[in-house]
T-cell receptor, first 116, second 111 residues
Framework: GAVVSQHPSRVICKSGTSVKIECRSL??????MFWYRQFPKQSLMLMAT?????????EQGVEKDKFLINHASLTLSTLTVTSAHPEDSSFYIC????????????FGPGTRLTVL | KQEVTQIPAALSVPEGENLVLNCSFT??????LQWFRQDPGKGLTSLLL?????REQTSGRLNASLDKSSGRSTLYIAASQPGDSATYLC??????????FGSGTRLQVQP
């Protein structure tokens, strides 16, 4: 089956620093990648949708200047949390869909971000 | 705006019981519905995906049904085991390709 990886799996940073999270499709080309955020004991909320080679589409309430998304290739999307604050601490999960026309999404294992 | 609700929010059962998890959605114009399992601090494991034209899908001890017109899906788990303990998430695809998730049902199966 298709595999999506995320790196790092866990990151702890100081308030005010920036953190980059990578999402990679390992054995397929991902035309579209999605970034979700999950706060403790809550469900996943879509943050943004990114298509390879174009600007990401952000959901209402998500600051595009704070959460920078780059989808430069068909196998890699990155999410950069800029000037992170403790309220940004969350579980970030990416997913990807392939070029085959199927709507099946493949999820990464998630990245736990803790901002001190 | 699509909203997905899962009931109950939490469930604790003794090992061996059959159980049903419920999911409802407000907009019946969906492409598919998917059930996931999430272990604490982990990512998602896809369990079953039901296309809008289908009424149910089965995998091992799991059976998911879909009634699109009424906006409901159920996940049936037969002969529950302690290893089934996890949070179960229901998610619908309304054509935007991104998924709208419910808040999940936290299941605890007591040995």
């Amino acid at each position: 089956g298709a595999v999506v990886s995320q790196h790092p799996s866990r990151v702890i940073c100081k308030s005010g620093t920036s953190v980059k999270i990578e999402c990679r499709s390992l054995d397929f080309q991902a035309t579209t990648m999605f970034w979700y955020r999950q706060f403790p004991k809550q469900s996943l909320m879509l943050m943004a949708t990114s298509n390879e080679g174009s600007k990401a589409t952000y959901e209402q309430g998500v600051e595009k200047d704070k959460f920078l998304i780059n989808h430069a290739s068909l196998t890699l999307s990155t999410l950069t949390v800029t000037s992170a604050h403790p309220e940004d601490s969350s579980f970030y999960i990416c997913s990807a869909t392939g070029t085959g026309g199927t709507d099946t999404q493949y999820f990464g294992p998630g990245t736990r971000l803790t901002v001190l | 705006k699509q909203e997905v609700t899962q009931i109950p929010a939490a469930l604790s059962v003794p090992e061996g019981e059959n159980l049903v998890l419920n999911c409802s959605f407000t907009d019946s114009a969906i492409y598919n519905l998917q059930w996931f399992r999430q272990d604490p601090g982990k990512g998602l494991t896809s369990l079953l995906l039901i296309q809008s034209s289908q009424r149910e899908q089965t995998s091992g001890r799991l059976n998911a049904s879909l009634d699109k017109s009424s906006g409901r899906s159920t996940l049936y788990i037969a002969a529950s085991q302690p290893g089934d303990s996890a949070t179960y998430l229901c998610a619908v695809n309304t054509g935007r390709r991104a998924l709208t998730f419910g808040s999940g049902t936290r299941l605890q199966v007591q040995p």
